[in-house]
């Protein structure tokens, strides 16, 4: 029953809870609480597939000791590999594609790029952007069009909410949520888990301006910066901006934290206790 | 007198080294000795070191090279602006939209433009909001005058 049980969690923390999480867009709200949820409820959801082999190897013995059936181990064992390989494979291609982008990126931005006050790289480029380059040796990069644009108070704003991304690695946690899409079968991927997270990153960072800059010169630099493109730059929509602004007029809440930390505990608690019911 | 004495890192010889390239300019282009001198005016430079910077900029396609008698002539690949313009455009060609966005974190992935007025509508709440908390504290003193 128990090994059904983890599967059905798999099941649950996979496909299901990240639909139902997605959809408490209050949650957004308390975006470091939820993005603690989010990592709880995939690492769970890992967990409960990885488990599901090892807990069915004591019931499918049935009371026999493990060396009487060498092939029924052997089997639980590469079950639970093929899931494990599986991400890690992922995750090593994900990591190398993305470093690999990022140093040579890096690297034009170095050779065009002038250094500002600060060790902030400048593009010579009437754009408004901004952006940092995550890793090792990690820059926050501008434009001279968003130098040009954004009044100072505003430009700080800007520039807390790059260096938020750099110094909790938000591009970390990124990654760990790209590796665990890219090791999803591509029919049953699903963007939800993804885009929610790259909003909560936004949202997170966001905080941090506010704190450097207040609500409104954080919200003027969203508006300067969606508006700084040249009319050639045609952009899509559907992007974070204007759920971000929404953000900042309602402000935090930190009740729904405790509800979202709670979540995460027990989803990443449901699978270890299952597995160590399964062996007692 | 060379006035720098520490070793320049290599990330920083690549862009003085296009620098003096960009300032030669697209036609005429540079060899191995032009830019070593124009270098060697201002620090102290290893002519090898020069070759070899020269060498990894060919290799990452940033710049061009032809035979000129017994020596190679560099040209930039691009111009200043059309590298900048390039990088702006995050064209980073082998990479779908999954990994750039885990490689490079935006401020803003932009907005259209029926987005930047639903923007502005928000800007405008966030702005009123932010004047009824000032004028809070002032408390009747501040409505009294309205």
Same mark, same amino acid.
């Given at each position: 029953?128990?090994?059904?049980?983890?599967?059905?969690?798999?099941?649950?923390?996979?496909?299901?809870?990240?639909?139902?999480?997605?959809?408490?867009?209050?949650?957004?709200?308390?975006?470091?609480?939820?993005?603690?949820?989010?990592?709880?409820?995939?690492?769970?959801?890992v967990?409960?597939?990885?488990?599901v082999?090892?807990?069915?190897?004591? =019931?499918?013995?049935?009371?026999?000791p493990?060396?009487?059936?060498?092939?029924?181990?052997?089997?639980?064992?590469?079950?639970?590999?093929?899931?494990?390989?599986?991400?890690?494979?992922?995750?090593?291609?994900?990591?190398?594609?993305?470093?690999?982008?990022?140093a040579?990126?890096?690297?034009?931005?170095?050779?065009?790029?002038?250094?500002?006050?600060?060790?902030?790289?400048?593009?010579?480029?009437?754009?408004?952007?901004?952006?940092?380059i995550?890793?090792?040796?990690?820059?926050?990069?501008?434009?001279?069009?968003?130098?040009?644009?954004?009044?100072?108070?505003?430009l700080?704003?800007?520039? *807390?909410?790059?260096?938020?991304?750099?110094?909790?690695?938000?591009?970390?946690?990124?990654?760990?949520?790209?590796?665990?899409?890219?090791?999803?079968?591509?029919?049953?991927?699903?963007?939800?888990?993804?885009?929610?997270?790259?909003?909560?990153?936004?949202?997170?960072?966001?905080? *941090?301006?506010?704190?450097?800059?207040?609500?409104?010169?954080?919200?003027?630099?969203?508006?300067?910066?969606?508006?700084?493109?040249?009319?050639? =730059?045609?952009?899509?929509?559907?992007?974070?901006?204007?759920?971000?602004?929404?953000?900042?007029?309602?402000?935090?809440?930190?009740?729904?934290?405790?509800?979202?930390?709670?979540?995460?505990?027990?989803?990443?608690? *449901?699978?270890?206790?299952?597995?160590?019911?399964?062996?007692? | 007198?060379?006035?720098?004495t520490?070793?320049?890192?290599?990330?920083?010889?690549?862009?003085?080294?296009?620098?003096?390239?960009?300032?030669?300019?697209?036609?005429?282009?540079?060899?191995?000795?032009?830019v070593?001198?124009?270098l060697e005016?201002d620090?102290?430079?290893?002519?090898?070191?020069? @070759?070899?910077?020269?060498?990894?900029?060919?290799?990452?396609?940033?710049?061009?090279?032809?035979?000129?008698?017994?020596?190679?002539?560099?040209?930039?690949?691009?111009?200043?602006?059309?590298?900048?313009?390039?990088? @702006?455009?995050?064209?980073?060609?082998? @990479?779908?939209?999954?990994?750039?966005?885990?490689?490079?974190?935006?401020?803003?992935?932009?907005?259209?433009?029926?987005?930047?007025?639903?923007?502005k509508?928000?800007?405008?709440v966030?702005?009123?909001?932010?004047?009824?908390?000032?004028?809070?504290?002032?408390?009747?003193?501040?409505?009294?005058?309205?």
């Amino acid at each position: 029953m128990l090994p059904l049980a983890l599967a059905g969690l798999a099941v649950v923390l996979v496909w299901v809870a990240p639909g139902l999480l997605a959809r408490q867009v209050r949650l957004r709200r308390a975006p470091r609480a939820a993005l603690v949820a989010w990592q709880a409820v995939s690492l769970g959801g890992v967990l409960a597939a990885l488990f599901v082999a090892p807990a069915a190897v004591p =019931e499918l013995l049935g009371g026999d000791p493990m060396a009487d059936h060498p092939a029924l181990v052997a089997l639980a064992a590469v079950a639970s590999i093929v899931v494990l390989a599986r991400l890690l494979l992922s995750g090593h291609l994900v990591g190398t594609r993305v470093r690999a982008a990022r140093a040579r990126h890096r690297e034009i931005v170095d050779i065009v790029a002038e250094h500002d006050r600060g060790g902030v790289r400048v593009l010579q480029h009437p754009t408004a952007t901004a952006y940092c380059i995550p890793g090792r040796s990690s820059r926050v990069v501008l434009s001279q069009g968003v130098l040009d644009t954004l009044p100072e108070r505003q430009l700080d704003a800007v520039l *807390a909410h790059e260096k938020a991304h750099l110094k909790a690695r938000h591009d970390l946690l990124l990654e760990f949520f790209t590796v665990l899409h890219e090791s999803v079968p591509p029919p049953l991927r699903s963007h939800r888990a993804l885009t929610e997270v790259r909003l909560l990153v936004e949202a997170l960072a966001d905080r *941090a301006a506010v704190r450097r800059s207040g609500e409104v010169a954080t919200a003027r630099a969203l508006v300067a910066i969606a508006q700084g493109r040249y009319p050639d =730059e045609a952009m899509g929509a559907g992007t974070s901006a204007p759920v971000r602004m929404h953000l900042l007029a309602v402000g935090p809440h930190p009740v729904l934290s405790a509800t979202a930390y709670l979540g995460a505990v027990v989803a990443v608690g *449901a699978p270890v206790v299952l597995l160590s019911a399964a062996w007692s | 007198m060379p006035h720098s004495t520490s070793t320049p890192r290599l990330g920083d010889l690549e862009r003085l080294v296009m620098e003096r390239l960009w300032e030669a300019g697209r036609t005429h282009g540079a060899t191995v000795r032009d830019v070593h001198e124009a270098l060697e005016r201002d620090r102290e430079i290893a002519y090898t070191t020069v @070759m070899t910077v020269l060498d990894r900029l060919a290799k990452k396609e940033l710049v061009t090279r032809e035979r000129d008698g017994r020596a190679w002539r560099y040209f930039p690949a691009d111009t200043r602006e059309a590298l900048t313009a390039q990088t @702006m455009r995050r064209t980073l060609d082998d @990479m779908d939209v999954t990994d750039r966005r885990a490689a490079l974190l935006h401020f803003l992935d932009g907005a259209s433009s029926d987005e930047i007025a639903d923007l502005k509508a928000a800007l405008a709440v966030v702005e009123s909001r932010a004047d009824e908390e000032a004028s809070a504290p002032r408390g009747l003193r501040g409505r009294l005058r309205r």
